[in-house]
């Protein structure tokens, strides 16, 4: 990409960014004056200017790592503090004063959020959950980041846990369709997937492949029983949506990322491991290859949230091609040790 295109790209993040939050605003403030048709069109045109910025930053993400990414971010987030606005017009009613204050706060809290991954990523391939917990919450009453457990109410604005949005290390479904795939694509991705592991550790020997990048973190060996799981729970989960009659609710007995855990993984030979992944994605590609357009919209609610096939699909393709992705790093660093 020539220069001239990648600013103009860079001009249509920001300005699109910028739209995105001004337009819902402006929406909110339209209905609480009862202009509800105002607000629908502020609303299209915020989704409309969201997606023309995810666009244009998609096209920049190769150009892009995470730690330029982050290392922008903390940039912005110290530019310009909420101090400085507050000393410059100190003019402000009790109210403003106070939520100018939470601003500071919160801004304090993802710069430390960020520094940690930074300084993380500085010595890792990934930010390790040691640095970083699992689980974040960020409230949408005034962007305050919890992290571990959903607290009961903000400690900045006093916001109830439920207006809490949960970050974990997955995404299944967005406002932004982040990585949605088509069925076919889904396909293929899934097909191709035990083909690659079978090639990325051919030649890796069993203690290799049982070896732990850091404490906590899994061997290839662990993220190859968990990709066999998550398969299994793909198929049970998109047997229920078919099966039952409305918006069922799937279960969930457990975590994906802990159903692999206790049932001896680690201790499989190579080729064990490779013949159950075959067979659980051998199954999975019966579903998907079966489904009709009409199942594929089929939806069922998961955790208290809606959910499609085509969300499952795309989730269970993206997910294997992250922890592809693992695997890649954890192998070509074993062959240059």
Known sequence: MNSDLKHQMLIEVQKGGQAYVRNLAMAEAAV???QFNVAKVLRASAHAQRILATQAARLLAASWDAVNVLEIILTELEEGTTTE???AAPDFDSAT????????VVRERLRD???????????NDDVLEGDVPQSLWGCYGCGYIAEVELPDACPICGAL???????GPFYSKTLEHLGQLTPPEISATLDAIPGQVASLIAEVGDAELRRKPSEGEWCVKEIIGHM???DRLFSQRVKVMLEEQGIPVIPRPAPP????EGKGYEELSAGELLERLQQARSESLVVVRGLTPQQWIRQGTLSGTTTSVLDLGSWLANH????MAQIRRLTEARMHE
């Open 97 to 104: 004063e106070a939520r100018l204050k939470q601003f500071t």
């Open 257 to 260: 990322w802990k159903l692999h």
């Open 320 to 323: 294997d091609r992250g922890h």
């Open 113 to 123: 959020l960020i520094r940690r991954s930074l300084t993380s990523l500085s010595r």
């Open 85 to 87: 606005v507050l000393t």
């Open 161 to 167: 846990g439920v207006e809490f949005e949960w970050f």
């Open 32 to 34: 609480l004056n009862g």
């Open 228 to 230: 066999i799981e998550t």
